[in-house]
């Protein structure tokens, strides 16, 4: 199929050629794509465990998760409602953390628009 | 004249408004897709809560919580917490990569044809699966709540409204209608919260107590007749607040379990929701959107425990549920109507059937339009025209293509009115999960990754999931001749957990990296650095 060549990206307008790899190869490229993985990576496995732990202990530990801390509310609902506050926090330190990498990005973003012209 | 009749009417009267108004805003495919890019974070935000929060989550989940206390609260964790999964790996490389649809991201550095074809694919299934079940829950609810509109008129009105929106108004008006519904769902759920809670004093220690007042029972295996377990056993009593009445016995736990994979990786991978980051005019917009959209669904799940747990304690599962024939069907859709009926009498009963009705048309335009972009811009744009622009004909595609996916799920809902289509929520989230979201996160973060891979570990994902669901107690079941909403096939069930994400996820990744491994693609792995790059600088951006 002759068509199957064709990529379908968007058309580019601030295109640098040939030259993503030298951007990507740029230092300051580079520590911005570790400085978000060493955020996002560790934060994404975070939330995971502390999701799947609700289901696995609640699924297969129901006795010891109906006890109750206080009144009539026990461990189970309350590790449920800590779930929110958990996807709330990891959001906010995220949002926090972000606004470094834009910085760092519109730098980059402005060179390589740049370097176009 | 009916009450609810009366706030529908008020509602499509200012739904059709703000179509109009769009109507004029709505002639290039960057407006029809995409709204022009003119929408803000914040009100974005708004939007994609009124896309997310659906009829299965609002009245739903309060039934669930209703009928089934704590495990019911489950589903609501996991909605949430997907978000994060959108807010941190793909909102915004996917708003820095894309242009109109989930295939833009997917094609960006793979073979077009072969990836947009199997992407559009997969969003038709997920997006038309989603809207059966809320067209089919349209028909049921309207009908019940104003007997003077039968199950097909509700239908057909649903539809025809949906079309409207969307073949006039575009994304524009989908988006300010999905707006007004966030604002009227979140009000009427605030207002019957507190409500609930007044009943209580406000005292969460009274309401809890109330709560575990509320017991529920059931077998290890099989159900209980008159009292007994089918082994001869008491069958184990809970109250409300303890896990396990829903999920127990042998598979219990790891259906659990199975479910929190399908929400939590699913959400990242339904069309519907994706598409709406491209309606911002830039990636920090698109995490703005994420932000207030999780406030807003956070808030949101929390307060179903007050709807689920108010009616349980204020209603009484015993009372939740249809006269017929002189006996009591039960129904847990109307949970949280009953709720409101008992709380402020058939005013407010009314505004609540209104809300749950502007919940329905607002997603299922969503759905309309998400779809309708797959088809006009991916399938006959880029694949069939090979991507020659011509702006005015792939609107009107589009906008044909919303009619003919329109006609098609109202006329399916109409045929399946009388099956339990709930399961196909649960259907959707799977393909989505194990279909979509590998192809996303592999493109965007794994090199290697190419075309091969993608469309095996897309195929794979896909109907592993369906024909796993087919097998499982979703779809197969023996009911019995009274049963209101019969099971598609009267058999046992092969495979035994209600929802197969946990084997069809991980099977839907296999595939696409041993795709990938298996095969070599040099210009994907080159044009990576472009993906890389623009990912995370937003140069280009659309």
Not at chain 2, 265 to 273: N, R, S, V
Request: glycine share 10%; charged share 10%.
């Amino acid at each position: 199929m002759a068509g199957e060549e064709i990529r379908g990206r968007a058309p580019d307008p601030v295109s640098p050629g040939d030259d993503w790899a030298r951007v990507e190869a740029d230092p300051e490229f580079r520590a911005l794509v570790r400085a978000k993985r060493s955020f996002l990576l560790p934060a994404t496995v975070f939330f995971i465990v502390y999701y799947f732990a609700l289901p696995v202990l609640v699924g297969y530990f129901p006795e010891a998760m109906g006890r109750d801390v206080f009144g009539e509310v026990n461990v189970a609902y309350l590790f449920a409602l800590s779930q929110f506050f958990m996807a709330w926090i990891l959001m906010w330190l995220y949002v926090r953390r972000a606004r470094g990498f834009d910085a760092q990005a519109e730098r980059i973003a402005a060179q390589v628009r740049g370097g176009a012209r | 004249m009916n009450t609810s009749l009366v706030m529908f009417l008020v509602f499509i009267a200012i739904t059709l408004g703000i179509t109009y108004w769009a109507s004029k805003r709505t002639q290039t495919t960057a407006e029809f897709y995409s709204a022009g890019r003119s929408i803000t974070g914040f009100q974005n935000g708004w939007a994609v809560a009124g896309d997310y929060m659906s009829a299965a989550s609002f009245l739903g989940i309060a039934g669930l919580i209703a009928f089934y206390g704590y495990d019911g609260f489950m589903y609501s964790v996991g909605w949430l917490v997907a978000y994060l999964t959108v807010l941190l790996l793909v909102a915004e490389p996917l708003r820095n990569t894309g242009k109109f649809t989930m295939a833009d991201v997917l094609a960006f550095r793979l073979r077009s044809r072969s990836v947009r074809t199997v992407a559009a694919l997969s969003t038709l299934t997920v997006s038309l699966f989603y809207m059966i079940a809320q067209m089919v829950g349209a028909g049921s609810l309207v009908s019940l709540l104003i007997p003077q509109i039968g199950f097909n008129t509700a239908i057909v009105m649903v539809g025809v409204l949906m079309l409207i929106y969307v073949i006039f108004g575009g994304m524009l008006a989908t988006t300010w209608v999905q707006i007004v519904k966030a604002v009227l769902l979140m009000g009427g759920t605030i207002l019957l919260s507190v409500m609930v809670m007044a009943r209580f004093g406000f005292s969460f220690g009274t309401f809890f107590d109330a709560v575990a007042g509320v017991t529920g029972s059931f077998c290890e295996a099989g159900t209980p007749k008159a009292g007994v377990c089918p082994d001869g056993s008491a069958p184990v009593v809970r109250d409300y607040t303890q896990p396990g009445l829903y999920y127990h016995g042998q598979w219990g736990p790891l259906s659990l379990i199975s479910l929190g994979v399908a929400l939590i990786f699913g959400t990242a991978g339904l069309p519907h929701i994706l598409v709406r980051f491209y309606t911002v005019p830039s990636a920090q917009q698109a995490r703005v959107s994420v932000v207030w959209a999780m406030i807003l669904i956070g808030a949101f799940y929390i307060m179903t425990t007050f709807l689920g747990f108010g009616a349980a304690t204020l209603v009484g599962k015993e009372n939740i549920g249809v006269m017929k024939d002189g006996a009591l069907v039960p129904n847990q859709n109307l949970a949280a109507p009953l709720l409101a009926q008992e709380l402020g009498g058939e005013v407010f009963l009314s505004f609540v059937a209104a809300i749950a009705f502007a919940t329905i048309l607002a997603v299922v335009a969503g759905l309309t339009i998400a779809s309708s972009s797959a088809f006009a811009h991916d399938i006959w744009f880029n694949v069939v025209k090979g991507g020659k622009e011509d702006e005015r004909e792939q609107v009107m595609v589009a906008r044909i293509a919303a009619g003919v996916i329109g006609i098609l799920s109202i006329v399916l809902a109409i045929a399946l009115r009388s099956l339990n289509v709930a399961f196909l929520v649960g259907l959707a989230f799977a393909v989505a999960a194990s279909a979509n979201v590998p192809a996303i996160v592999l493109t965007l973060y794994w090199r290697r990754f190419n075309t091969v891979g993608m469309v095996v570990g897309m195929l794979v994902g896909l109907l592993s999931s369906v024909v796993l669901i087919v097998l499982s107690p979703a779809v197969m079941g023996i009911d019995p001749p009274t049963a209101a909403a019969r099971h598609l096939i009267q058999a046992a069930p092969v495979f035994p957990l209600d929802n197969p994400a946990i084997v069809s996820v991980p099977l839907g990744f296999l595939a696409a990296v041993l795709g990938s491994l298996l095969t070599r693609d040099p210009a994907a792995e080159a044009a990576y650095s472009e993906l890389n790059v623009r990912a995370n600088t937003g140069v280009g951006a659309v």
